[in-house]
Nanobody, 122 residues
Framework: QVQLVESGGGLVQAGGSLRLSCAAS????????MGWYRQAPGKQRELVGI???????NYADSVKGRFTISRDNAKNTVYLQMNSLKPEDTAVYFC????????????????WGQGTQVTVSS
């Protein structure tokens, strides 16, 4: 089985910074893309940022210039550096590993982490 474990969430004042980490463990041959999503109370889950195995990135317009996503392919780990945080960034942040290929396992699938709370106070 594949597990994603997030860390780094917490409470921060507006204008502050946090760094989230997500490590994928288990029997993994490759991961196509790793990303961060967030879900605020009463809202749908939305993409924050995603990075492919080749290093290409894409961000939500609301976080461009403030958040940076990066990835360590050797460690199957993805990071999200969040700067200039705003109260509207408050949400549960979820890590996703997309297009996971496992040894001796047919097909590919996606996996999600359990989520980590980020709260930004004004």
């Amino acid at each position: 089985q594949v597990q994603l474990v997030e860390s780094g969430g917490g409470l921060v004042q507006a204008g502050g910074s946090l760094r989230l980490s997500c490590a994928a463990s288990g029997s993994i041959f490759s991961i196509n893309a790793m990303g961060w999503y967030r879900q605020a109370p009463g809202k749908q889950r939305e993409l924050v940022g995603i990075v492919t195995s080749g290093g290409s990135t894409n961000y939500a317009d609301s976080v461009k210039g403030r958040f940076t996503i990066s990835r360590d392919n050797a460690k199957n780990t993805v990071y999200l550096q969040m700067n200039s945080l705003k109260p509207e960034d408050t949400a549960v942040y979820f890590c996703k590993a997309a297009g996971v290929v496992r040894p001796a396992t047919p097909g590919i699938r996606d996996y999600w982490g359990q989520g980590t709370q980020v709260t930004v106070s004004s």
